[in-house]
């Protein structure tokens, strides 16, 4: 069972960080495996999950826009349905029951689109706990949306001005916070990224996607699917997907930002994008060892990705460890394709998806040809994580297609 | 064998406590940075701990920060501060400490970066990202080409874990005053001096203290009770307070008043409990 005892994936994870963190990771980590044994915990999570969250999430039979790729036939897991509009408060909520038994009484976060801030301020709500979100200043304006529902919700939003002014920067001001103010606050982190044992905490609680999926799969179709599809920035919601079926003879499709990449003309290297698996080397970045995006001398790049929730030079390290393993294959979208595949399901299905979804929904048409190739007879059963909502991004797709709102 | 304990020992017999000015590499501009450290290491410093700046300094408040980012857009890398670094080598025997974080260590890679050290004159190596628990690579790769690694202890340290960092590090202990980051302004924690203490009894190497450390005052009263005091965002916010004409001036006075606080304790301790033990 990965990670291993001392949090690594292979050669990825670790906890990377310094001094005075590293007994809260420790403590962090027995509060989590005593809590995984109690029984009280689980009720309380399965609970709330239910009757607070909304789950279990629908799989969704995605018949026009099957229909229309032909070979496949896609099913999309509903977290865009869940409270606050997608998968990120699976974690939230059990990672506030988590600091609530620890017995600390403020939770800070760090946030990139908004959603895990939102997902995170809800949670810290429903407890009463103070609730502080670091943002960067240039995902503030892209995202005024969530800054103003996180500020409704009680939390304080606290701009972050260096480096980038994005989410990279959001963690490092938040770890700052963390190592400051260490004795009272939990530290939520929003991605299976970060140091031990948060990669297999926020996987943990995110995994609820993978075990409903395997359930209602096999309930519509009787059987397991050949292919799940997911968008990677951080990795929570492919993770929670892809983990459940592990040791499943199931392909695994992680879809990456590709930015303003055009693959279709030669050397890119000053392009813009956020495909850490796919263009990024191993190295350290918040806590722990996995592909990132940095330069020769091992300084952090900018990502870029028109979905903020992608925007991000790092990836969790179980991705990194599936991607050496080849357990996943990750393959990338550009700004425009996820554009166009926002639109189509739109149409096709009257759902508005989150741009960070609608990269992995820009991969079907390819996955589609791809097969077609190989085994023209054969058809494929997919299922796609529709991770979030689209209502967030609606200025920014305005502004994307020229249009005034 | 080690320089860098053996000259906090020898700096400690006069009954003083060591200065480790720190400077960020290439900062305010690389000639200045040559000028002033070496003007640091006439004027007082006992020892010099030079910053390689990184992208992300997640332990680093927004003074060191912004030297950081400067020095990155001066050019600054990991190969032209060991460029500088030997530079320095030429004008002292005294210890040189490099402060970095593990990533650029990574991208330069680990057995290069100990080679680079032992070439340039470099002594020993803090990296405040690599708690012992991730470091036996670097720690055999540094041990064998004699480079010491300087190990934190912060005061969320507990007593459990403290003999693994005191058996990893070598040249000296680094306490960290005050949970936080480098910099802070908060008050010295009144608990300091008795973790100080209890750290000094325990420990087989010399314990440094630094984090929020900027006046004389300080220097003086933390002075019987830390074998070296480190002083970093003080310096760095002076240099980035005063004209780059004035600026060597203002250090050197600055460091001259920090190592005369180092020995005007009159309550300095009587038992050396560090010297003698290997």
Known sequence: ?405 | MSHIKDTILSVNEKKESALIPFLTAGFPKPDLFLELALTILESGGDLLEIGIPFSDPLADGPTIQASSQEALSNGINVRKTFELCREIRKNTDKPLILMTYINPVLAYGLKEFAESCVETGINGVIIPDLPPEEASDWKDIAGEKGVDTIFLVAPTTNKERFPLINGYTSGFIYYVSTTGVTGSTKKLPEELIRNLEDVRKLSRWPVAVGFGISTPEQVAMLAPHADGIIVGSAIIRKIQETDSDKVVDEIKTMIKQLKKATCLSSRWRSSEAKAGVS
């Open chain 1, 1 to 405: 069972m990965l990670p291993d005892i001392s949090g690594h994936f292979g050669k990825y994870g670790g906890r990377f960080v310094p001094e005075t963190l590293m007994p809260a990771l420790y403590e962090l980590e027995e509060a989590y495996t005593q809590a995984r044994k109690d029984p009280s915990f689980e009720e309380e999570l399965e609970n709330l999950l239910k009757s607070y969250v909304g789950r279990p999430t629908p799989l969704y039979y995605a018949s026009r826009l099957s229909d229309q790729l032909g070979n496949l036939k896609v099913y999309l897991k509903r977290e865009d349905l869940n409270h606050t509009g997608a998968h990120k408060i699976n974690n939230t909520i059990g990672q506030v029951l988590l600091a609530r038994r620890m017995g600390k009484k403020r939770i800070i976060a760090e946030t990139g689109a908004g959603q895990h801030g939102v997902a995170t301020a809800t949670a810290a709500a429903l407890f009463g706990m103070e609730c502080d979100i670091y943002m960067g200043e240039i995902d503030i304006e892209r995202q005024a949306l969530n800054v103003f529902r996180m500020k409704m919700l009680g939390a304080q939003v606290i701009p972050v001005k260096s480096g980038s002014k994005t989410l990279k920067d959001a963690v490092n001001e938040t770890i700052r916070d963390w190592v400051t103010n260490i004795r009272n606050t939990h530290y939520i982190i929003g991605s299976v990224v970060g140091p031990h044992p948060y990669p297999m905490i926020v996987r943990d609680f995110q995994s609820v996607i993978g075990e409903e999926t395997r359930e209602q799969i096999m309930e519509l179709e009787g059987k397991l699917p050949d292919i799940l599809v997911a968008c990677v920035g951080g990795g929570s919601n492919s993770i929670g997907l892809f983990y459940p079926f592990f040791d499943d003879p199931v392909e695994f499709i992680g879809v990456e930002a590709a930015g303003e990449k055009d693959p279709a003309t030669g050397d890119q290297t000053e392009v813009k994008h956020a495909a850490t698996l796919g263009f990024g080397t191993p190295g350290v970045l918040h806590g722990s060892m996995s592909y990132i995006l940095q330069d020769h001398d091992g300084q952090i790049l900018e990502a870029h990705s028109i979905a903020a929730g992608l925007d991000y030079p790092g990836v969790g390290p179980e991705h990194s460890f599936y991607k050496d393993k080849g357990r996943a294959r990750y393959v990338s979208v550009t700004d425009s394709e996820a554009i166009k595949a926002f639109n189509r399901l739109a149409e096709l299905e009257g759902i508005l998806p989150a741009l960070e979804s609608a990269h992995a929904l820009a991969y079907l048409p390819r996955l589609s040809e791809e097969k077609e190739k190989h085994n023209p007879q054969d058809q494929w059963l997919v299922v796609l994580n529709l991770s979030g909502r689209g209502d967030k991004d609606v200025h920014t797709l305005a502004e994307a297609m020229e249009v005034s709102i």
